[in-house]
């Protein structure tokens, strides 16, 4: 069985990522916990590729690396890449506070999820690489208890839902991490 490096050091991530890729059969393994990488790209996607490449080389092994944040119209696509830090906040709740608080009453609530998966091969050049988009809208305040991040205030009009309200199951096929997954999918099964 291959194996793939999952370059992060939340285990809850390995979790997801192996669900995503039951079917192909790699073993997926935490990236060493001394081995730092620093975001330094503008896009997701330069993320995504630096932070696999990275632990493609150092390990020797191949990496898989996502990154993904939401991007808000009316703030010229604010958080984004600065999604998990967003106005040096402290939690969830704080950082989606501060994206209403930014906001205000602005009409144009249209927003959107993206997330960029990279996988590098042991030399560290890229294999393969994918992008997933969620369109949907800023409500005013918090709705629902699941999920995490900006998932409260994450509206989809087609589905009446914020991703906070929607079973798992609904948000990881129609979340931008999903949509992701499921194009690299196809690339990733004929690589291995
Ligand atoms: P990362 O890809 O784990 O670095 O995620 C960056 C940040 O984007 C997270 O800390 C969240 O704030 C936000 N984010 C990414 N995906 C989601 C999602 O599905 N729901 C809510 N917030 C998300």
Redesign the pocket.
């Given at each position: 069985m291959a194996v793939l490096i999952v370059a992060t050091g939340n285990p809850g991530k390995v979790k997801e990522m192996a669900a995503y890729l039951a079917s192909l059969g790699w073993e997926l393994r935490l990236k060493p916990p001394n081995l730092e990488i620093e975001e330094t790209g503008h896009t997701f996607l330069e993320n995504a590729c630096l932070k696999a490449s990275q632990v493609a080389k150092a390990t020797g092994e191949w990496a898989i690396a996502?990154?993904?944040?939401?991007e808000v119209e009316a703030l010229n696509g604010e958080p984004g890449i600065y999604?998990?830090r967003y106005g040096n906040c402290r939690s969830?709740v704080e950082?989606t506070q501060h994206l209403l608080t930014k906001l205000a009453d602005h009409p144009n609530r249209k927003a959107q999820?993206v997330c960029a998966i990279a996988i590098a091969q042991p030399d560290g050049t890229i294999a393969l690489q994918s992008e997933g988009i969620c369109l949907g809208e800023i409500l005013p305040a918090p709705r629902g208890n699941g999920?995490?991040?900006?998932?409260p205030v994450f509206y989809l009009p087609e589905h009446q839902m914020t991703?906070a309200e929607m079973p798992a199951e609904l948000k990881n096929a129609v979340?931008h991490?999903g949509k992701a997954f499921t194009s690299l999918i196809p690339q990733l099964a004929s690589a291995n």
């Amino acid at each position: 069985m291959a194996v793939l490096i999952v370059a992060t050091g939340n285990p809850g991530k390995v979790k997801e990522m192996a669900a995503y890729l039951a079917s192909l059969g790699w073993e997926l393994r935490l990236k060493p916990p001394n081995l730092e990488i620093e975001e330094t790209g503008h896009t997701f996607l330069e993320n995504a590729c630096l932070k696999a490449s990275q632990v493609a080389k150092a390990t020797g092994e191949w990496a898989i690396a996502d990154d993904s944040g939401l991007e808000v119209e009316a703030l010229n696509g604010e958080p984004g890449i600065y999604s998990a830090r967003y106005g040096n906040c402290r939690s969830d709740v704080e950082r989606t506070q501060h994206l209403l608080t930014k906001l205000a009453d602005h009409p144009n609530r249209k927003a959107q999820f993206v997330c960029a998966i990279a996988i590098a091969q042991p030399d560290g050049t890229i294999a393969l690489q994918s992008e997933g988009i969620c369109l949907g809208e800023i409500l005013p305040a918090p709705r629902g208890n699941g999920g995490f991040g900006y998932d409260p205030v994450f509206y989809l009009p087609e589905h009446q839902m914020t991703f906070a309200e929607m079973p798992a199951e609904l948000k990881n096929a129609v979340s931008h991490r999903g949509k992701a997954f499921t194009s690299l999918i196809p690339q990733l099964a004929s690589a291995n």
